[in-house]
């Protein structure tokens, strides 16, 4: 029991973590994808270096940059704010993808008789585009979410106090009794929490492929 009220003490900062970083991403990913759908060939090419260049370093490399390595002044990041932004911008860049991903799903005839019906450039975009490729990234970003919620555990690394950083502090304070219960507990708070998003998830493909 002991170490599950120890686990449990770690789930606020588990789901801030998760939370922030997804806010993060879901906003940082608009302009991201913006500039993967620029008709400017420089601006879509340096937008899709940063973006590769973002997804192809792993994490934890980002968290502990951020962490050890990143100072404004005398300003550094501590290990919370290192865990949000670096997992956030990490977000960013996925999202943007499945964002982009989404657009590229429709047909380019709606963007043809959008104009044809005298809708600007941006009205064509907010009011017919956006809308329809919001549905159908939402099964995508709702899946990300999950995964998020996993890497978050990448934060006890660099000593966020999330579940799993909770789960190795009982172990070392407890070593001749702890075993890996608090590990399992973790995990078990892991799925308790994944189950219901992926339901979602796949409630709201099943829906999506219906409508479509």
Do not use: C
Not at 125 to 143: D, E, G, M, N
Not at 146 to 163: N, W, Y
């Amino acid at each position: 029991m002991e170490a599950v009220v120890a686990v449990l003490l770690g789930l606020p900062m588990t789901l801030l973590v998760t939370a922030a970083a997804f806010a993060i991403g879901l906003v940082g990913g608009i302009p991201l994808m913006l500039g993967l759908r620029s008709r400017h060939r420089v601006v879509r090419l340096a937008v899709r270096f940063v973006v590769d260049l973002i997804r192809g370093i792993p994490p934890i490399v980002w968290l502990f940059v951020l962490f050890f390595g990143v100072s404004i002044g005398a300003l550094r990041f501590n290990a919370l704010a290192a865990a949000i932004v670096g997992l956030g911008i990490i977000s960013a860049a996925y999202l943007a993808e499945i964002y982009r991903g989404g657009f590229a799903t429709l047909p380019a005839g709606q963007t043809e008789a959008a104009h044809a019906l005298g809708l600007g450039r941006r009205s064509t975009f907010v009011r017919v585009l956006a809308p329809q490729a919001a549905r159908t990234a939402l099964p995508s970003v709702t899946t990300f979410l999950l995964a998020l919620l996993k890497d978050s555990s990448i934060a006890s690394t660099i000593g966020v106090t999330d579940m799993v950083f909770a789960a190795n502090t009982f172990v070392r304070q407890n070593p001749m009794t702890a075993g890996l219960t608090p590990f399992f507990v973790a995990a078990a708070v892991y799925v308790a929490i994944s189950i219901p998003l992926a339901i979602v998830a796949r409630r709201l493909d099943a829906r999506m492929r219906r409508s479509a």
